[in-house]
C-alpha cells in the first residue's frame, strides 16, 4: 500500500482475514470499503474503522449488485486504486463417491464467478483510471490437493485467473498478485473445529506448529499492493507456517 492516498476495496472484509486486512489498512492511514453479505459484522467494522472506512452489501457473483456497492463506495470514499477479493466459503470435506454436484458447483462457483466478477467490475475500472494493485486470495488446497473437492478445484482456478489476469493487464499498469495462505485462525476454521474437526492434526503436521494468524496474511496482502513489490504481477505466494512442505522428516524415521 502506498500511503493515506490509497483506497483499497476488500470483498469479504466483514470478518476474519479480510477484517484483519480492513484494520491493517486503516492502520496505516489508507480508506477502505468493505464489500460483504454479513451486514450485521461489515457496519460493526465500518463504524470500528471510522469516517475513512464504509461498507456496502453485494454477493460478489452478482455483477449487478457489486457494481451498485462499488457505485456507492465511490460516493463516500476516494477513487479505489487496490483490491482484495477475499469473499470465500468454508470448503466440504466428503469423498466424491458422496459429494452433491449442486455443493461442488457451489464452491467453485463462490470462489471462481466471485473473483471473476470482482475483477471485472473494480478491475476493469481500475484499468481504465490508470491501474493500481489487484490481490486475490486463493489457498494452500490449490497446490496440496486435499479431499475438499470443489474448494480446492475453485482455489486452483482462482489462481490461475489471477495469473491470467496480471498478463491480459501487464501492460495498463495493473499488477494482479495471489496469496496462498494454508490454515489460518478465523471464524472459517473454527467452524470446521464447531462442526468436529480436531484442529490437532493439522498443527502436527505444520513445521512451524500452529495455524497463520490473520494479520500475519494481512502484511503480505499490504506488502502485495505497495510499491514495495513493484515488479511482481502473477505471483503466489504461500504463507502457511510451512503446512505445504508436510510434516518433516517423522516419517522416514531417525537420521543414521
Ligand atoms: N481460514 C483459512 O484457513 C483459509 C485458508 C486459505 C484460504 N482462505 C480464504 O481466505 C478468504 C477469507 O477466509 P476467512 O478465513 O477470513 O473466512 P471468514 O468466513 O471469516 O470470512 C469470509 C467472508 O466472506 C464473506 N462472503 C462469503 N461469500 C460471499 C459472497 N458471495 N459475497 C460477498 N461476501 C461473501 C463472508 O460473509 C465472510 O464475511 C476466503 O476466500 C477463504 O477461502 C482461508
Known amino acids: 500500500m ?10 469479504g472484509g466483514a470478518s476474519g482475514i479480510g477484517a484483519a486486512i480492513c484494520r491493517m489498512i486503516i492502520d496505516r492511514g489508507g480508506h477502505v470499503g468493505i464489500v460483504d453479505i454479513s451486514d450485521d459484522l461489515g457496519t ?9 472506512a464504509d461498507y456496502q452489501h453485494a454477493d460478489v457473483c452478482d455483477e449487478a449488485q457489486l457494481g451498485k456497492a462499488y457505485e456507492s463506495l465511490g460516493k463516500s470514499l476516494p477513487p479505489v486504486t487496490g483490491l482484495v477479493t477475499c469473499a470465500g466459503v468454508s470448503p466440504t470435506r466428503l469423498p466424491i463417491e458422496d459429494y452433491p454436484l449442486e455443493e461442488f458447483r457451489r464452491l467453485v462457483d463462490n470462489h471462481v464467478s466471485g473473483t471473476f466478477v470482482t475483477c471485472k467490475v473494480i478491475g476493469t475500472d481500475m484499468v481504465a483510471r490508470g491501474g493500481g494493485a489487484i490481490v486475490t486470495i486463493s489457498s494452500a488446497l490449490s497446490i496440496r490437493p486435499g479431499p475438499m473437492l470443489g474448494y480446492g478445484a475453485g482455489k486452483a482456478a482462482v489462481l490461475n485467473l489471477t495469473q491470467s489476469l496480471a498478463v491480459h493487464w501487464g501492460k495498463k499498469n495493473m499488477r494482479v498478485n495471489t496469496i496462498v495462505p494454508g490454515w489460518v485462525d478465523t471464524p472459517f476454521i473454527r467452524r470446521q473445529e464447531a462442526a468436529g474437526r480436531d484442529l490437532s492434526p493439522i498443527k ?17 496482502v499490504l506488502f502485495l499492493l505497495s510499491p514495495a513489490s513493484s515488479a511482481m504481477t502473477g505471483a503466489a505466494i504461500v504463507a502457511d507456517c510451512g503446512a505445504t512442505l508436510g510434516g518433516g522428516w517423522l516419517p522416514y524415521g531417525e537420521l543414521p
Open 44 to 52: 460493526a467494522l465500518a463504524q470500528e474503522l471510522g469516517e475513512n
Open 2 to 11: 502506498e500511503n493515506s492516498a490509497s483506497t483499497i476495496l476488500v470483498t
Open 204 to 220: 502436527d503436521v505444520t513445521p512451524m506448529g500452529r495455524l497463520v494468524k490473520p494479520k500475519e496474511v494481512a502484511e503480505v
